[in-house]
């Protein structure tokens, strides 16, 4: 296993974060305790997930994810092992079950999801503690083309950061991250923290995959010079750049066939790409997950790559391309297919 440290702090992580939001949902707590047992085994010391998982996010599955996983450090005695990382809703009404909908990055709403993340977790501290999404109104979940909007509404983001900073005083908290974050959003909060003397938000989580790279228009620079690396997550687009999608498969127990959701990477220019990339990965005589996954691992702006999987088998793969080194010829293949469309599904 590579481990690679987590932004200026002292926390060494794996090179592979294992995510966790099918725990509770397509994942029993055993299968879930499982995953967490092969991870651990071979290396992978980084565990993600959020208050807000399993996803999709339902009123009956909330904190399921986190339960499950705090049974497993309960059980395994291995807490001190483990650089465990959660994150906080932002703001939305499209999630009444969380603090009745009313869910902000506020001081209420932030200790308030804290106590009980660390409560399912069955734990004292989190390693990592990160804002899910913005409490403005900016562009996130794949939304493109920002509008100028009025969110004066909105929490301000020193009033955020000085919550977290006294989670981290009160040591319930080590290190601080931002997640679906903008460039100005994650280049505010570095300022902010250094005018202020609060802590320095250490990773950004944000998509990033063979469809999608968005990421590297702003904030790769961002990542590298700042020292605040991606936690990367859909690395495969939702199990598409595996190629069991294409030509209308759907194999039953795909997230895409269950959840109508997890639609973002299954347009037809997506498809076109995922075809190409399937194709170029077969040329070279690689797996297509594993040769997906290992691009983005070896993105110099990637401190972490997270991988997700709801069979042992899939998260062995997935855990095997970590082994993969790909050649010139396939990076120039992957440039070409870029280059064509640049961002099928962002």
């Known amino acids: 296993?590579?481990?690679?440290?987590?932004?200026?702090?002292?926390?060494?992580?794996?090179?592979?974060?294992?995510?966790?939001?099918?725990?509770?949902?397509?994942?029993?707590?055993?299968?879930a305790h499982a995953q967490l047992d092969l991870a651990l085994a071979v290396g992978i010391n980084f565990i993600d997930t959020a208050e807000m998982y399993p996803v999709p996010p339902m009123a009956e599955t909330q904190g399921l994810t986190e339960t499950h996983i705090g049974t497993w450090l309960k059980a395994r005695g291995?807490?001190?092992?483990?650089?465990?990382?959660?994150?906080?809703?932002?703001?939305?009404?499209?999630?009444?079950?969380?603090?009745?909908?009313k869910n902000r990055l506020d001081r209420p709403n932030i200790e308030a999801a804290l106590d009980a993340s660390l409560k399912r977790l069955q734990?004292?501290?989190?390693?990592?503690?990160?804002?899910?999404?913005?409490?403005?109104?900016?562009?996130?979940?794949?939304?493109?083309?920002?509008?100028?909007?009025d969110d004066n509404t909105s929490v301000p983001l020193l009033e955020t950061l000085d919550?977290?900073?006294?989670?981290?005083?009160?040591?319930?908290?080590?290190?601080?991250?931002?997640?679906?974050?903008?460039?100005w959003?994650?280049?505010?909060?570095?300022?902010?923290?250094?005018?202020?003397?609060l802590p320095r938000m250490v990773s950004i989580q944000n998509p990033y995959n063979l469809l999608n790279r968005s990421f590297e228009v702003g904030l790769a620079e961002v990542a590298i010079r700042e020292q605040c690396g991606l936690l990367a997550y859909s690395p495969l687009a939702f199990g598409v750049l595996s190629g069991?999608?294409?030509?209308?498969?759907?194999?039953?127990?795909?997230?895409?066939?269950?959840?109508?959701?997890?639609?973002?990477y299954s347009n037809s220019e997506a498809e076109r790409a995922t075809a190409e990339y399937v194709a170029l990965a077969e040329l070279h005589g690689l797996d297509p997950a594993q040769m997906a996954l290992a691009w983005?691992?070896?993105?110099?702006?990637?401190?972490?790559?997270i991988i997700g999987a709801t069979t042992l088998a899939q998260l062995e793969?997935?855990?095997?391309?970590?082994?993969?080194?790909l050649d010139d010829a396939v990076i120039a293949g992957i440039e070409s297919i870029h280059t064509k469309q640049p961002n099928p599904a962002p």
């Open 78 to 101: 291995c807490r001190e092992r483990v650089v465990l990382a959660t994150k906080v809703a932002g703001s939305g009404d499209w999630l009444p079950h969380i603090r009745e909908g």
């Open 185 to 197: 959003g994650l280049m505010r909060y570095l300022a902010l923290a250094e005018q202020h003397g």
């Open 123 to 149: 734990t004292d501290w989190i390693d990592l503690y990160q804002l899910h999404w913005p409490d403005r109104r900016t562009n996130f979940f794949g939304q493109l083309g920002y509008q100028p909007v």
């Open 296 to 305: 983005v691992t070896g993105r110099p702006f990637v401190t972490s790559n």
């Open 1 to 31: 296993m590579q481990y690679r440290r987590l932004g200026r702090s002292d926390i060494d992580v794996s090179a592979l974060c294992l995510g966790t939001m099918t725990f509770g949902q397509q994942n029993t707590e055993s299968e």
């Open 317 to 325: 793969s997935n855990i095997g391309s970590l082994d993969l080194r």
């Open 163 to 183: 919550v977290l900073g006294d989670l981290v005083k009160a040591g319930k908290v080590r290190q601080i991250g931002v997640s679906n974050e903008t460039p």
């Open 244 to 264: 069991k999608y294409l030509n209308g498969q759907r194999p039953p127990n795909g997230r895409v066939t269950l959840f109508e959701r997890f639609s973002r």
